[in-house]
């Protein structure tokens, strides 16, 4: 496979370049590929360097997938031209997400609505990413009438103008391009992307609206309110769901632990739950903190973590790769 990552210099394309690696994703050619301003930087990939080219550069060499972590404003204007060229889009911003005619996909929930005929594919926001993967078989078992999460995220979420605020300012230096319109370190912001209409932010949104769309199921109604905190190992997420039916929490444990890719960390006796610490440079989803919500019927409450560079961003992308590869649709 002859692979493009489009925004290699970024944080999110160097470590799909490591996941890639890793993974031993089936890469007989790597092309790394930016905005004019980084064409001719070097980017190692497998302990060698390779020079970054622009995007015409890039289509004219014919990769067979394109992993793009660029933004959503050059996804929208250059991922069609790779599309018309026959080049598969795996796509990272919010350009598609919500595009009725593209798929959004989380591997281990929906990967089966992909076809050979998807040539731009979305993978969904981070922080959504790991809530679904923990919903899915829980609705299919039990039945999800409401989901309320609150998110505690990562800095490095926000790219790498953000984590250099927060180590600035802890280190005392002084910040001239700010990521937040506040100080992070010793601080929380209730506040990730723009202010809606409606009181909530782009992010809660995309909580909202990309789980009904992953899921397939518009009945399950999405509560969020998402929060950054200073910390770089991963999104920590508390959900609250209030199922149709009754449950039991061995079995919800069961259903957990069964997930591809989901690892259970409850043991609150000897401390342990999941922690960005404990998520930092992994592929897994950490859960733990699983427990009846007792103030209400039918409702658990559960504690989830990710590295959102990883299986939020990164790694999801890579699956998806992996799938249309297994599929023989690239
Ligand atoms: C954040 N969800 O953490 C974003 C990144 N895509 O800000």
């Given at each position: 496979?002859?692979?493009?990552?489009?925004?290699?210099?970024?944080?999110v394309g160097?470590?799909?370049?490591?996941?890639?690696?890793?993974?031993?994703?089936?890469?007989?050619?790597?092309?790394?590929?930016?905005?004019e301003?980084?064409?001719?930087?070097?980017?190692s990939?497998?302990?060698k360097?390779?020079?970054?080219?622009?995007?015409?550069?890039a289509?004219?060499?014919?990769?067979?997938?394109?992993?793009?972590?660029?933004?959503?404003?050059?996804?929208?204007?250059?991922?069609?031209?790779?599309?018309?060229?026959?080049?598969?889009?795996?796509?990272?911003?919010?350009a598609?997400?919500m595009?009725?005619?593209?798929?959004?996909?989380?591997?281990?929930?929906?990967?089966?609505?992909?076809?050979?005929?998807?040539?731009?594919i979305?993978?969904?926001?981070?922080?959504?990413?790991?809530?679904?993967?923990?919903?899915?078989?829980?609705?299919?078992?039990?039945?999800i009438?409401?989901?309320?999460?609150?998110?505690?995220?990562?800095?490095?979420?926000?790219?790498?103008?953000?984590?250099?605020?927060?180590?600035?300012?802890?280190?005392g230096?002084a910040?001239?391009?700010?990521?937040?319109?506040?100080?992070?370190?010793?601080?929380?912001?209730?506040?990730?992307?723009?202010?809606?209409?409606?009181?909530?932010?782009?992010?809660?949104?995309?909580?909202i609206?990309?789980?009904?769309k992953i899921?397939?199921?518009?009945?399950?109604?999405?509560?969020?309110?998402?929060?950054?905190?200073?910390?770089?190992?991963?999104?920590?997420?508390?959900?609250?769901?209030?199922f149709?039916?009754?449950?039991?929490?061995?079995?919800?444990r069961?259903?957990?632990?069964?997930?591809?890719g989901?690892?259970?960390?409850?043991?609150?006796a000897?401390?342990?739950?999941?922690m960005?610490?404990?998520?930092?440079?992994?592929?897994?989803?950490?859960?733990?903190?699983?427990?009846?919500?007792?103030?209400?019927d039918?409702?658990?409450?559960?504690?989830?973590v990710?590295?959102?560079?990883?299986?939020?961003?990164?790694?999801?992308?890579?699956?998806?790769?992996?799938?249309?590869?297994g599929?023989?649709?690239?």
């Amino acid at each position: 496979m002859k692979v493009a990552v489009v925004g290699a210099t970024g944080l999110v394309g160097s470590e799909i370049l490591k996941v890639l690696d890793e993974r031993n994703f089936r890469v007989t050619e790597i092309i790394p590929v930016a905005s004019e301003r980084s064409v001719g930087k070097k980017v190692s990939f497998k302990g060698k360097e390779f020079t970054v080219v622009g995007f015409e550069e890039a289509i004219k060499m014919k990769p067979n997938v394109a992993i793009f972590s660029a933004g959503g404003g050059t996804s929208l204007e250059v991922a069609p031209k790779f599309a018309e060229a026959g080049i598969t889009v795996i796509d990272n911003s919010s350009a598609w997400r919500m595009d009725p005619t593209k798929k959004l996909v989380v591997p281990e929930v929906n990967a089966d609505v992909l076809t050979s005929e998807d040539k731009i594919i979305a993978n969904p926001n981070c922080s959504t990413i790991q809530m679904v993967v923990l919903l899915k078989p829980l609705h299919e078992k039990y039945k999800i009438k409401r989901v309320v999460v609150s998110t505690y995220q990562s800095v490095t979420g926000s790219g790498k103008k953000a984590v250099d605020q927060l180590f600035d300012e802890r280190d005392g230096k002084a910040v001239t391009d700010p990521a937040y319109p506040h100080k992070i370190d010793l601080n929380v912001i209730p506040h990730i992307d723009v202010f809606q209409e409606n009181g909530y932010t782009k992010e809660e949104m995309k909580m909202i609206k990309e789980t009904n769309k992953i899921i397939g199921d518009d009945s399950i109604r999405v509560t969020a309110t998402t929060v950054r905190i200073p910390t770089v190992g991963g999104h920590s997420e508390s959900i609250n769901i209030e199922f149709e039916n009754d449950y039991d929490l061995q079995t919800v444990r069961e259903l957990l632990a069964a997930i591809p890719g989901v690892l259970v960390q409850d043991d609150p006796a000897n401390n342990v739950y999941p922690m960005p610490l404990n998520a930092h440079g992994k592929d897994e989803v950490l859960v733990g903190r699983i427990r009846r919500d007792e103030s209400q019927d039918n409702t658990l409450n559960l504690w989830c973590v990710a590295d959102n560079l990883r299986k939020g961003a990164a790694t999801n992308a890579v699956q998806i790769a992996e799938y249309l590869l297994g599929k023989e649709m690239i």
